[in-house]
């Protein structure tokens, strides 16, 4: 069974400061990756994903993943927060035989003026 | 494009009273699912409807029963709310159950029982 595992329940970044989420997966095969993001009151919307080809993938809002199998991660960065970036962000995995999701704990983010 | 809406937004229960979460897609989706968010642990997923007419238990089924109405609603049961049910019920719908597939997720319903 899938298992993920965010480092970091708060991140608080100063605004035009680097962010960095980290998102450690367990699987025997190489799975398939996800990070969503949730504002407040909202529903989760898909910031990007990694199923084949290039490691590096690019997402909405200057997000971007990098998908490394050798140390099982895909950790979510974007170089400059912006005040709109203060959300709950989750990493989620499945495995290539089963297309139901497993989600991290959460990262929640803010980011001070 | 509505995309996923869900009602009630916000409801609340005595225990042993029962309800019903409503969900509806509007994207022609084959998929559907209902998972709970409680704080600390993500989202776990209660029931999932791969197509019209199936509906299978994902990871935390106990006291929950779905119904999938028909290919745009998929609504969520609580037959006797007890209070470890307090939680954020979100929906989500995907075109098909594909690997990799993106899954679009409503807004949520807040529901605490006393």
């Known amino acids: 069974a899938q298992s993920v595992t965010q480092l970091g329940s708060h991140v608080s970044v100063s605004e035009g400061a680097l962010v960095l989420l980290r998102c450690n997966y367990s699987?025997?095969?190489?799975?398939?990756l996800f990070w969503y993001v949730q504002y407040p009151n909202q529903g989760l919307q898909l910031l990007l994903k990694y199923t084949t080809g290039a490691t590096l993938v690019k997402g909405i809002n200057g997000f971007e993943a990098e998908f490394k199998k050798s140390e099982t991660s895909f950790h979510l960065t974007k170089p400059s927060a912006h005040m709109s970036d203060a959300a709950e962000y989750f990493c989620a995995v499945s495995e290539m035989n089963d297309y139901k999701l497993s989600f991290g704990a959460g990262t929640t983010v803010t980011v001070r003026a | 494009n509505a995309g996923v809406t869900q009602t009630p937004k916000f409801q609340v229960l005595k225990t042993g009273q029962s309800m019903t979460l409503q969900c509806a897609q509007d994207m022609n989706h084959n998929s559907m699912y209902w998972y709970r968010q409680d704080p600390g642990m993500g989202l776990r997923l209660i029931y999932y409807?791969?197509?019209?007419?199936?509906?299978d238990k994902g990871e935390v089924p106990n006291g929950y029963n779905v119904s999938r109405l028909n290919k745009r609603e998929f609504s969520l049961r609580l037959e006797s709310a007890a209070p470890s049910q307090t939680s954020v019920y979100f929906c989500?719908?995907?075109?098909?159950?594909?690997?990799?597939?993106?899954?679009?997720f409503g807004p949520g319903t807040r529901l605490l029982v006393l």
């Open positions: 409807s791969a197509s019209e007419g199936t509906t």
């Open positions: 699987s025997s095969v190489p799975p398939y």
């Open positions: 989500a719908s995907s075109e098909w159950a594909g690997i990799g597939e993106t899954q679009y």
